[in-house]
């Protein structure tokens, strides 16, 4: 069974580095063709999809956060982390973490997030 | 990147209704399309992958349908828990962006 939890600050201050972790269970990040990646929504909005890293260490980022964004992954802790450099208040929300599954019908592989964790409520505030 | 445009943006409906929520992508993007549903406080849970593939586990009263740039999900008979909001969201190209959801009421 796929589990994954989010931890990290509830609180940043703005101009500050946000670190969020996400520790999961159930698969290895090690192994084709396991991913996991960020989602973030802000109070009352739609989710916003930010970064994700496979097994291989290939990443991707959200172009609209610019170089803001850094993913990384500790297969041995089994553990993903994000970090969002010089927050502001618009970097406000709650902050999930989701296991990227894969389907492959005809050779064509489509993606998608199958499970995810419940969330973590970030606020940037002086 | 890729823009997804849900429509409505807030419906209101009764149990038992037949419920269709349409989804349009700014380009054509194949199959490559999911469906979540988010209850309030809650994490989104994955319903449709692939435009029509069920998740495991979701009851057989949602479907999707589409492919190109145009998909919909369907709720054939609505239940109270299905009170809550979709998001669509693609695969094809990253950004792999959501649309702006689409808020289920009780009328």
């Known amino acids: 069974q796929i589990t994954l939890k989010e931890s990290g600050p509830t609180l940043v201050k703005p101009t500050q580095t946000l670190t969020l972790t996400c520790t999961f269970s159930g698969f290895s990040l090690s192994s084709s063709p396991e991913g996991v990646g960020w989602v973030r929504q802000p109070p009352g909005k739609a989710l916003e999809w930010l970064a994700l890293i496979y097994w291989d260490d290939d990443v991707r980022y959200s172009p609209s956060l610019g170089t803001r964004l850094t993913i990384t992954k500790d297969t041995s802790k089994n553990q993903v982390v994000l970090t969002v450099d010089n927050v502001g208040p618009m970097d406000s929300g709650t902050y999930f973490c989701?296991?990227?599954?894969?389907?492959?019908?005809?050779?064509?592989?489509?993606?998608?997030?199958?499970?995810w964790g419940q969330g973590v409520l970030v606020t940037v505030s002086s | 990147d890729i823009q997804m445009t849900q429509s409505p943006s807030s419906l209101s409906a009764s149990v038992g209704d037949r419920v269709t929520i349409t989804c349009r992508a700014s380009q054509n993007m194949n199959r490559y399309l999911n469906w979540y549903q988010q209850g309030p406080g809650k994490a989104p849970k994955l319903l449709i992958h692939s435009a029509s593939t069920l998740q495991s586990g979701v009851p057989s009263r949602f479907s999707g349908s589409g492919s190109g740039a145009d998909f919909t999900l369907t709720i054939s008979s609505l239940q109270p828990e299905d009170f809550a909001t979709y998001y669509c969201q693609q695969t094809f190209s990253f950004p792999y962006s959501f649309g702006q959801g689409t808020k289920l009421e009780i009328k």
């Open positions: 989701a296991h990227s599954g894969l389907a492959t019908f005809r050779a064509v592989n489509r993606r998608f997030f199958d499970y």
